[in-house]
């Protein structure tokens, strides 16, 4: 999968959709402003170890307010975890989230939330269809 393009905007109804999300999660930190409190990755990690347990390692991701350190987060998250999730971010979409440019991490916690919601889904209905075999 190609990284992502700057054009995609998420509607007003996926934005709601991505808040109340993100809502579910007890993270280490209130968030007031998605795109400056989720710049440096830390609570992006929080909320992929509630997901993929197995995938994520905490302390990986260092609280930080320098572009570049929020670069490194980004791009260890990218390696270890979202590599693993088939989500590829490029080099720009990393600088973005690192800036906090407006949209670009809703439109990544958007992908994570319907990618989860997927497999979900799927392990769900997998699930009921062995039940259904065994009578």
Known sequence: MPPRKKSIQLSTQELIEVYQWVK????????KNIN????????????LKHLYPKLVD??????CNSTRNKL????????KVFHRLDI??????????ASGTNGMLEVL?????????????SHHEADESKEYMQY
């Not at 490194?72 to 390696?79: A, G, H, I, K």
């Open 24 to 31: 579910k999660f007890n993270l280490s930190k209130e968030i």
């Open 36 to 47: 400056r409190d989720l710049a440096d990755g830390v609570l992006v990690a929080e909320i």
């Open 58 to 63: 905490l302390h990986n991701y260092t609280r």
């Open 72 to 79: 490194n987060n980004w791009q260890t998250l990218n390696r």
């Open 88 to 97: 590829y971010l490029g080099d720009e979409m990393m600088a973005d989230l």
């Open 109 to 121: 916690l958007y992908e994570v939330m319907a990618k989860y919601s997927l497999e979900t889904k």
